[in-house]
Nanobody
Framework: QVQLVESGGGLVQAGGSLRLSCAASGRTFSSYAMGWFRQAPGKEREFVAAISWSGGSTYYADSVKGRFTISRDNAKNTVYLQMNSLKPEDTAVYYC?????????????WGQGTQVTVSS
C-alpha cells in the first residue's frame, strides 16, 4: 500500500514557476515508477510526466517538454515536478501516481491532487 500526498500548488502568473512535491508513504516507494497527471475543468485527465523507479529515465507529454522537469529522491520518498514558463493552459488539478508496472498504464495509487492556476 502506498499513500501519496501532493503539495506546492497555487496561483502564479503566466511565465512563472512552481514546484510540486508528492510525498509517499511505504517502504517500497523506490520500486515504483512515478507519474504526474493533470485534469482541467471539463477535460479528461492527461499524462504530464513520468520517471522510472531509479530516476534514470523520464518521459514527458509534448505540451510540457522543455518546460517541466520530473525528478525523485528515493531517500525522501518524494517525487517532484518543476514547472517553468507556465501558461494559462497549464491550469489544472495535478495528481501524482505510483505505477508497479509500466509508466504508461500501470498506475495503482493516486494522490488527492493539488490545484495549479496560471493567470494571464
Amino acid at each position: 500500500q502506498v499513500q501519496l500526498v501532493e503539495s506546492g500548488g497555487g496561483l502564479v502568473q503566466a511565465g512563472g514557476s512552481l514546484r510540486l512535491s508528492c510525498a509517499a508513504s511505504g517502504r517500497t516507494f523506490s520500486s515504483y515508477a512515478m507519474g504526474w497527471f493533470r485534469q482541467a475543468p471539463g477535460k479528461e485527465r492527461e499524462f504530464v510526466a513520468a520517471i522510472s523507479w531509479s530516476g534514470g529515465s523520464t518521459y514527458y507529454a509534448d505540451s510540457v517538454k522543455g518546460r517541466f522537469t520530473i525528478s525523485r529522491d528515493n531517500a525522501k520518498n518524494t517525487v517532484y515536478l518543476q514547472m517553468n514558463s507556465l501558461k494559462p493552459e497549464d491550469t489544472a488539478v495535478y495528481y501524482c501516481a505510483a505505477a508497479s508496472g509500466s509508466w504508461k498504464d500501470s498506475y495503482d495509487y493516486w494522490g488527492q491532487g493539488t490545484q495549479v492556476t496560471v493567470s494571464s
